[in-house]
């Protein structure tokens, strides 16, 4: 099959899907003033793969059916596959305004887990459905996070059994699921959603310790989609948030049928940790690869609005950029160790490693509210004093503004400068931006522990206790 064009990927979601917004029903998700900004945001991707200039970038031939396919689902061999996809990546984040498109980079985090975890006829079901994806050109969101009540307890000793999803039954045609689970990107503009175990499991957890995949058209599936950072924007006032939404959706399984050839984990807990695990490695080396553009604007834009503010040369100023430079390449440098010490496992599959990927996540997101506040220091307070959009096109107000918010700089350029740095770090995009930094793809304390599996503690005690010479 061809690659999909961005019309046919709009149409193909008109079908019947059950989506809830703000309280009422959707049914088109393509036609409805907020989500579309989510549909159109993952439009982006399709648009890519036909452009001329990105072609080599975004789309491969595939080695099995010589066909070509779109680049995120190159399953990679090595440290080469896994820079590209990181360049892939920044690319569709570049241009979706600092948020991935995300249709395809956290669906193949996951097929690629599936496919390195499995084995035997599992394996072959989770080939079957890669091939379905790669060869559709599809969508694919990953439901991984449970909504998981209480914390302390695992899942079989929760008050409420369907806080983790779990198999309720099992007949001649498949499997029958309950629960939920939450924060689930891109659900509501996907093809498909991939379920993943969000934990480890003991033996009495085995009803949890599930893995499958849905069209999300599918009876029963039931998406209430939030609509923080969403409502009626103006291009001038956010310039970036008025386009760039992700869709997440609490996504109730309500006695969902899964056909056995969609099963992929069922009981088998033992398995439930390695593969929520590898998921994870390469799902973190998708959110560092897809921060760099949002890092690049901190620095861009706290350099571009000291020019405006006529303060560029001002030693606080230029160390504060020094400090922006520093954090943005320590992260890109990171990305691409990651690739380069990436390592090939289980059937052959590249993965970048573990270490130095969570290295990257935990520096970035703990570092991220004082980049922040580093930009924000440098822009002013007309971050959140600045007029709005009717004021500028207003004949009788623009004159005032032009006359009095010119700095260094004309007052159009400073005030434009200023709504993308308010975008970025003060209105309700910021705050989306900074718990994504915070929690999503696992929360800072999980890097930590990664870190502290990954790192060869004993050799370093080991040389530790040799330096102190004790034997
Ligand atoms: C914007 C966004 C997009 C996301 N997209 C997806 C997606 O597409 N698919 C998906 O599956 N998930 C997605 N996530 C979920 C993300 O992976 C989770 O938010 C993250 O794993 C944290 O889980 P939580 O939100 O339930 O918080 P919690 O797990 O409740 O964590 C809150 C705090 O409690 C701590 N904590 C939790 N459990 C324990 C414990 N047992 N002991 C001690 N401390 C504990 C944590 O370290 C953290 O500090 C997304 C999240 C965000 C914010």
């Not at 079901?125 to 091939?131: G, I, N, T």
């Not at 924007?233 to 310039?239: A, Q, V």
């Not at 910021?430 to 304390?445: C, D, K, N, Q, R």
Request: aromatic fraction near 8%; charge should be negative.
């Amino acid at each position: 099959m061809a690659l999909l064009s961005a019309d046919q990927y709009r149409e193909s979601l008109r079908d019947g899907r059950s989506i809830t917004y703000r309280g009422r029903r959707v049914d088109d998700v393509t036609a409805d003033p907020e989500l579309r900004v989510g549909v159109e945001l993952a439009a982006l991707d399709y648009d890519l793969a036909h452009e001329p200039d990105h072609r080599e970038v975004a789309v491969v031939k595939d080695p099995e059916t010589h066909e070509e396919i779109s680049a995120y689902y190159q399953v990679p061999r090595g440290p080469d596959d896994l820079l590209a996809r990181s360049r892939l990546i920044e690319l569709g984040t570049v241009r979706g305004g600092t948020i991935p498109p995300l249709i395809k980079e956290i669906g193949t985090d996951a097929l690629f887990a599936l496919l390195r975890v499995l084995e035997g006829e599992a394996l072959e079901r989770a080939r079957v459905f890669y091939r379905h994806c790669a060869d559709g050109d599809l969508a694919v969101a990953v439901a991984q996070t449970d909504v998981k009540g209480d914390r302390s307890v695992p899942p079989h000793a929760q008050p409420d059994p369907d806080v983790y999803l779990r198999v309720v039954d099992r007949n001649a045609e498949g499997i029958v699921v309950r629960g939920a689970k939450a924060h689930t990107s891109a659900s509501a503009n996907a093809h498909e959603i991939v379920v993943l175990p969000t934990r480890a499991m003991g033996p009495d957890d085995a009803d949890w310790a599930v893995s499958f995949a849905v069209p999300v058209a599918t009876p029963g599936l039931h998406l209430y989609v939030s609509p923080f950072s969403g409502g009626d924007r103006n291009d001038f006032e956010f310039p970036l948030s008025h386009r760039a939404k992700m869709l997440e959706s609490l996504t109730v399984f309500d006695d969902v049928l899964v056909p056995w050839e969609r099963v992929f984990l069922l009981g088998e807990t033992a398995l439930a940790g390695p593969l929520a695990l590898t998921f994870v490695e390469y799902h973190r080396f998708t959110a560092v690869s897809y921060k760099l553009p949002l890092l690049d604007a901190f620095v861009g834009s706290a350099a571009a609005i000291a020019e405006m503010n006529g303060v560029s040369r001002a030693g606080h100023v230029r160390d504060k950029v020094a400090q922006l430079i520093a954090y943005a390449e320590t992260i890109r440098a990171l990305t691409e160790m990651a690739a380069l010490r990436g390592r090939v496992g289980q059937h052959g599959i590249a993965y970048p490693d573990p270490l130095t990927t969570n290295m990257c996540k935990y520096t970035f997101a703990t570092r991220y509210h004082e980049a922040a506040a580093l930009v924000q220091e440098c822009a002013g307070g007309l971050l959140v004093t600045a007029p709005g959009r009717e004021d500028w096109e207003s004949e009788t107000v623009r004159p005032v503004l032009e006359k009095y918010f010119r700095g260094a700089a004309p007052a159009e350029d400073r005030l434009r400068m200023m709504n993308l740095i308010a975008d970025l770090t003060a209105r309700d995009f910021a705050g989306y931006h900074a718990v994504l930094a915070v929690h999503a793809e696992g929360s800072i304390e999980a890097e930590k522990l990664q870190i502290l599996r990954s790192y060869d503690l004993p050799g370093a005690v080991g040389l530790a206790r040799r330096f102190a010479s004790i034997d």
